[in-house]
């Protein structure tokens, strides 16, 4: 089974950017959809996008939408997601996992195996 690990985290003042990794180990991560999910403290973890196995079809959140973007890497096993004009509400620690299959798209639907993510700080 896919195994994941999330880097690219890091404390940014508003209004910068960084980009997160999730290097998938255990198998291909092409026949898989992809999701990010982030937990602020405090607070349940929530969906923030995701991607078709094929890359083709991609979801944001409201609140990140136009901010993020998700994409894929099949031959380095790996998917990103840029994040720019980063706000304090996105500090967050964040995670990537395998999507629940549906055919030609993704939801944010997570199979519940996680790593151990990747802290995001987004503070002046």
């Known amino acids: 089974q896919l195994q994941f690990v999330e880097s690219g985290g890091g404390l940014v003042q508003p209004g910068n950017s960084l980009r997160l990794s999730c290097a998938a180990s255990g198998g291909t991560l092409d026949y898989y959809a992809i999701g990010w999910f982030r937990q602020a403290p405090g607070k349940e973890r929530e969906g923030v996008s995701c991607i078709s196995k094929g890359g083709g079809y991609t979801f944001y959140v409201d609140s990140v939408k136009g901010r993020f973007t998700i994409s894929r890497d099949n031959t380095r096993n790996t998917v990103y997601l840029q994040m720019n004009s980063l706000k304090p509400e996105d500090t967050a620690v964040y995670y990537c996992?395998?999507?629940?299959?549906?055919?030609?798209?993704?939801?944010?639907?997570?199979?519940?195996?996680w790593g151990q993510g990747t802290q995001v700080t987004v503070s002046s």
């Open positions: 996992a395998q999507l629940e299959p549906v055919q030609g798209m993704c939801m944010l639907k997570p199979y519940e195996r």
